[in-house]
């Protein structure tokens, strides 16, 4: 199984390396005010992927800080220890489920 990730993990590299390579061609972008930027199209590519990434983080950050006070706040632990258990309690009134 783990021999199988790195395969997965290499070809993934591979092909992702491979358009790199067929995405060379150089693009403008052309920016506000008469301003404009020329690079490569890869790099184009992987710079609005960081800029997505760090968005979206900066945009989780409030719910996630809010998320972990509340279980700060109600005593339960952010890691699963051997007492915890994935499936909820079993309903007390059977009658009701399936």
Same mark, same amino acid.
């Given at each position: 199984?783990?021999?199988?990730?790195?395969?997965?993990? #290499?070809?993934?590299?591979?092909?992702?390396? #491979?358009?790199?390579?067929?995405?060379?061609?150089?693009?403008?972008?052309?920016?506000?005010?008469?301003?404009?930027?020329?690079?490569?199209?890869?790099?184009?590519?992987?710079?609005?992927?960081?800029?997505?990434?760090?968005?979206?983080?900066?945009?989780?950050?409030?719910?996630?800080?809010? #998320?972990?006070? #509340?279980?700060?706040?109600?005593?339960?632990?952010?890691?699963?220890?051997?007492?915890?258990?994935?499936?909820?309690?079993?309903?007390?009134?059977?009658?009701?489920?399936?």
């Amino acid at each position: 199984m783990k021999y199988l990730m790195w395969l997965l993990n #290499a070809a993934l590299f591979f092909v992702l390396f #491979a358009f790199a390579l067929n995405n060379q061609d150089s693009v403008t972008l052309h920016l506000f005010f008469g301003h404009s930027w020329q690079a490569p199209l890869v790099l184009v590519l992987l710079v609005v992927l960081l800029i997505g990434v760090f968005l979206g983080v900066i945009v989780m950050l409030p719910l996630w800080l809010r #998320a972990k006070r #509340a279980r700060a706040r109600s005593g339960l632990s952010t890691t699963f220890g051997a007492d915890s258990t994935v499936m909820p309690p079993e309903p007390i009134d059977r009658r009701h489920g399936l």
